[in-house]
């Protein structure tokens, strides 16, 4: 079992170098992975939680941790994909890979904040498609030589694209458990990462993509199978929606330990803590209690 964790990019922190210093910490304290999340305006639920305080751009933050790690996973929890143009997503992707000698993971989703659809322009009612297209653009750019991708709103051939990855591609973790999200995960994605499944959920949604991925012809042992679950960093979930989620105690190392093994027995390879605060010496102080307490139990 791996364990990552995520940095606080979209908690309001004023001072971005106290985000920046979570990539160190975690890596130095034994986390297998930092992860980063993906908005681009304070609006819906976000504006309530933050109103005009920074919510940093994910790939920027990775950039720097890249320079400041050397052993993490960097990985986005998850990017909104129909939010991206996916050519330039795929090269600055491609371009992080490289800078940070192949250690990139993208966990990508459709979103679902309608008031973001609307402020940049972009059809929610075509996020699926958008999604499934923006996945294989980029598993195109970055897997072959002269690559080439032809449909409505794309159209190119005969191009040279690079630099490509230091993997043989980027993988793609597909977020979410509805049932889109699921078809999606069996026929295109490189591994599973839902947010506040249950154990015996993410059992059943496991099984439920192994088999379709099957059907398809492709080979499941190749996926990831992960998960986002949240911590509660103050004794309690940090909002209501995560109130209506598993959420894991902060609080009983103890506790945690067996709640992270019986996903383990789930078939979790990969478990990603979300500590959703912008408390930074709450967050420090809870890390080391995970490292110290935790992760020793996964070694």
Request: with cysteine; aromatic share 8%; proline share 7%.
């Amino acid at each position: 079992m791996k364990i990552g964790v995520t940095i606080p990019n979209n908690w309001g922190i004023e001072t971005p170098q106290q985000v920046l210093e979570f990539g160190p910490m975690a890596e130095n304290l034994g986390f297998d992975s930092v992860w980063v999340m993906d908005h681009l305006f304070n609006t819906g639920y976000i504006r309530e939680r933050l109103e005009d305080k920074p919510y940093y751009h994910p790939m920027s933050t990775l950039s720097y941790l890249a320079a400041t790690t050397s052993k993490v996973t960097l990985g986005t929890s998850v990017l909104v994909l129909p939010y991206h143009n996916p050519v330039e997503l795929a090269k600055y992707a491609a371009t992080l890979d490289q800078i940070s000698g192949g250690r990139v993971t993208l966990g990508v989703g459709v979103g679902a904040m309608t008031e973001e659809f609307e402020a940049l322009g972009i059809s929610m009612r075509q996020r699926g498609s958008l999604t499934d297209e923006c996945m294989e653009i980029m598993k195109e750019l970055w897997s072959n030589h002269r690559p080439k991708f032809q449909s409505k709103r794309w159209d190119f051939s005969e191009l040279y694209f690079s630099p490509k990855p230091v993997q043989s591609s980027i993988p793609l973790w597909v977020g979410g458990s509805s049932p889109g999200a699921m078809k999606r995960a069996a026929l295109r994605g490189d591994g599973w990462h839902p947010t506040g499944q249950s154990p015996e959920g993410y059992a059943m949604g496991k099984q439920e993509i192994t088999d379709a991925a099957a059907a398809a012809g492709r080979d499941p042992s190749a996926m990831t199978w992960s998960t986002r679950v949240e911590v509660e960093v103050h004794g309690k979930p940090s909002s209501d929606r995560a109130a209506t989620r598993t959420t894991l105690p902060g609080h009983d190392p103890a506790m945690m330990t067996a709640s992270i093994k019986a996903y383990e027995d789930a078939g979790v390879e990969h478990m990603v803590l979300a500590l959703n605060s912008g408390d930074v010496p709450a967050l420090k102080q809870l890390m080391e209690t995970i490292a110290r307490e935790v992760l020793p139990e996964f070694r």
